[in-house]
């Protein structure tokens, strides 16, 4: 049991996938001007982890190994078009919103590299558990961001207004300067509290 736990909060934590590992980075500066956006690419890209995770570690060693990345990318392509299909059905304005960052996704190193590295070599549960982690990791970089820079830039958090009528919006914080500099901070909290290992 404490081998799933190290297995989760690794990726949660420790290898967090942005601010430990700097991937991803295209999608986590682009869409975090507002909270929604945040939340929402968090459970896409938790959903088409976990369910490839699981799809690779069954296939196993069953993928020969100069195909296999192609392989890869049409598992995670198959769920970004679940996720893609769902938005566009149920939740027009933040398919438009979050435009062609969803189908990104398919090449996001985030998904590959964990596909590649734990996924083909290990137990489905344990690439459920790995994938879980690291998913959640980026899940809450995003949202840690997206907060951050929609209090500042709007005064709101889920459109809701916070910081009152009178708030000066940093409008700089909604565009890309914004958003380099609040990554910038939060790696620098995030190695703060724990810092890197050296060697």
Do not use: H
């Not at 809450?140 to 708030?167: K, N, P």
């Amino acid at each position: 049991m404490s081998n799933m736990k190290d297995i989760y909060t690794a990726g949660v934590w420790e290898d967090n996938p942005v601010f430990r590992q700097m991937l991803g980075l295209c999608i986590t500066l682009a869409i975090t001007n507002k909270v929604v956006n945040g939340v929402t690419m968090g459970v896409a890209v938790f959903f088409v982890l976990t369910a490839s995770a699981f799809i690779v570690s069954l296939l196993g060693e069953s993928v020969p190994r100069r195909v296999r990345i192609p392989v890869y990318m049409l598992v995670i392509a198959t769920f970004v078009t679940l996720v893609y299909m769902f938005l566009k059905a149920f939740f027009m304005p933040l398919s438009q919103a979050l435009g062609a960052y969803v189908g990104l996704i398919i090449t996001n190193c985030i998904i590959l590299g964990r596909l590649e590295s734990f996924s083909s070599d290990n137990s489905p549960w344990d690439s459920i558990v790995d994938a879980a982690g690291v998913a959640t990791g980026f899940a809450l970089a995003l949202i840690a961001m997206s907060v951050v820079r929609e209090l500042l830039g709007f005064g709101t958090l889920f459109g809701v207004q916070v910081l009152g009528s009178g708030w000066t919006q940093w409008v700089s914080m909604i565009l890309a300067p914004g958003g380099f500099l609040v990554l910038g901070l939060l790696i620098w909290v995030q190695r703060s509290i724990s810092p890197v290992e050296e060697g």
